[in-house]
């Protein structure tokens, strides 16, 4: 009977660290020493003895994700562990319309393997060029705009 308590409570001890620390290491550590007690319990008071372990292992597991994801984040340590707020905006420059720049010459800035970077009017574009390997400096002209870059081809 003392190890299975003694097994409940490190589970118990190793969940509320897991609220405080990153990753899931020590959440991990204490599910599996629950589940250790649970079949100590079993094996130790049969059946009975293991369901009453197991019941009770689940009661504490949804008592700690209640409190991490309920309660806790309304307090004030809380607030400073969890995320409030969200930025809103794009993670890169828009990229030109295929209107304004399909048909303009630029230049590459880096050596394209297919892909790099060009300058076009004075601004720095991803770029993949159809004509294969270009050199740094080479003179190109744009032919589209995918997704995320600007398709370029060697001037002629």
């Known amino acids: 009977m003392n190890a299975v308590i003694l097994l409940f409570i490190a589970g118990i001890i190793l969940l509320v660290f897991e609220v405080i620390t990153p990753g899931a290491v020590l959440g991990v550590l204490g599910g599996l020493a629950m589940l250790g007690g649970c079949l100590l319990a079993f094996s130790e008071f049969g059946v009975a003895g293991g369901l009453i372990a197991t019941a009770t292992a689940l009661g504490i597991l949804g008592v700690a994700l209640f409190f991490e994801f309920v309660v806790l984040p309304k307090t004030r340590l ?44 004075g601004k720095r574009y991803e770029a993949f060029s159809q004509s294969g390997l270009v050199e740094q400096g080479e003179a190109l002209r744009v032919i589209g705009v995918d997704n995320f870059r600007l398709i370029v081809t060697k001037a002629q």
């Open 78 to 121: 809380g607030k400073k562990m969890f995320l409030q707020r969200t930025m809103e905006g794009p993670s890169q420059p828009p990229l030109a319309s295929a209107d304004e720049v399909v048909g303009q010459s630029c230049e590459a800035l880096t050596t394209l393997a297919p892909s790099g970077y060009v300058s076009l009017n």
